[in-house]
C-alpha cells in the first residue's frame, strides 16, 4: 500500500502511480462502509476546500460539498463569474491566496487548450493541493469513481474484460475530451482490453473528426504495452460492442478538428446513428454493463430502454464519486 499522498496535487490521471490508485480505491471502499454502516470517519475535521468552478456542475459539486461534511471539512463553493475572477484575478494570485486561505484547490476549468494550463500555474502558486474537478484533457476523479464500479461489478481481476470507450450522438453541445481520454489511460492500467470507437478514423479521404490527443493516445498506447493488455481504434460502433464486458458511450466535441460551434455541429450532426439501444447492447456479453458519467442525451445518446434497463450502473457510477474523492480529499489534505 502506498502512503505518500499528504499536499499533493492531482491533477492528471498519471499523477498517482497504478499502486497508488490502487490505495486510493480501498480507502474508497473503506469510507463507503462506514457511510453505509453511518461510522464517523470525520478524517478532516476543520480542515476547509475551495471549489472554484467555471463550469457548471452537478454531482461534482454535490459530491465534493457532502463529502467534505462527512469527512467532518467544509467546502465553499466560488462561482468564477460572480467574484473577481471575472475581472482580473490571475491563476498565480488564485494559487497564492486562496491556497493560504484553504487546505485544499479543486478547481473544473474545461475551456479547450487552457483549463489544464490553468490549474497547472494555480498548483505552482498554491501551498495547498491541487484537485482537478475537471479539465480540457483530464477528468481524473470521474476515472477513478469508474474504475471503482468496474471493479465492483466485475471483480478485482480485470485481464482480458473488453471495455468500450465510445463516441456518442448529442444534440447539445461539443463536450470537453477529458472523460473519454481519461478512461483510455487508466483502464489499460488496469488490465481491460480497451477498445475506443468514434466516427471515420480509417476513411483515407476523411480526417478522423472525433479523434484525442494524440500525447494521451501514445500514452495509452504505452500502458497498453506495459500491462500487456489490447488497445485498438475503431470506426465501428456495431463491431466494438460485439462481446464487450463495459461500454461506456457518450458524446464529445471534435475539438482536434474544429473550435467552432457551428462547424462542430454540423460534425456532430453527421452521426446521428451512434445511439446505444437494445441492439446494440444484444451485441454485447449477457452480463454487460453500461456506464455513463452523466448527463446523458436521453433519445440521442442513449434510450431509455438502455439507460433505465438491467445493463446500466449508472447511478452506482455516480454514487461512487463521492466515496473517491473522499478518499483522495482524507488521502492529501490530511
Known sequence: MQTNFRGR???????????????????????????????????????????????????????FEAGMAQLGG?????????????????????????????????????????????????????????LNMQCDV?????????????????????????????????????????????????MTRFGCDVVLAHPPEFVLAHPPEFKLMPEIMDMARENAKKYKVGFEVTDNMDEAFKDAAVVYPKSWGPLLTTTGKEDGKALIDKYKSWITDERRMKLTKDDSIYMHCLPADRGLEVTDGVID???????????NRLHAQKAVMALTMS
Open 74 to 130: 467544509h467546502a465553499a463553493f466560488i462561482d468564477s463569474e460572480t467574484t473577481q475572477i471575472s475581472h482580473g484575478d490571475t491563476a498565480k494570485e488564485i494559487g497564492e491566496i486562496l491556497g493560504r486561505y484553504y487546505d485544499g484547490l479543486a478547481i473544473r476549468q474545461c475551456d479547450w487548450q487552457f483549463g489544464n494550463k490553468y490549474e497547472n500555474e494555480v498548483a505552482r502558486a498554491s501551498r495547498a493541493p491541487v
Open 309 to 319: 434497463g438491467p445493463h446500466s450502473v449508472v447511478y452506482d457510477e455516480a454514487e
Open 9 to 63: 496535487d492531482f491533477i492528471g490521471d498519471l499523477d498517482f502511480s497504478k499502486e497508488e490508485v490502487e490505495t486510493v480505491l480501498d480507502v474508497a471502499w473503506d469510507l463507503k462502509r462506514k457511510r453505509a454502516l453511518n461510522e464517523s470517519h470525520a478524517l478532516l475535521r476543520d480542515k476547509t476546500l475551495a471549489m472554484l468552478f467555471f463550469f457548471t456542475s452537478t454531482r461534482t459539486r454535490g459530491s
Open 138 to 186: 483530464y477528468h481524473p476523479f470521474q476515472c477513478l469513481a469508474d474504475i471503482m464500479t468496474v471493479i465492483e461489478k466485475k471483480g478485482r481481476d480485470l485481464r482480458k474484460k473488453k471495455v468500450v470507450v465510445s463516441w456518442a450522438y448529442a444534440a447539445s453541445y461539443s463536450k470537453p475530451i477529458s472523460v473519454p481520454q481519461s478512461l483510455i489511460l487508466q
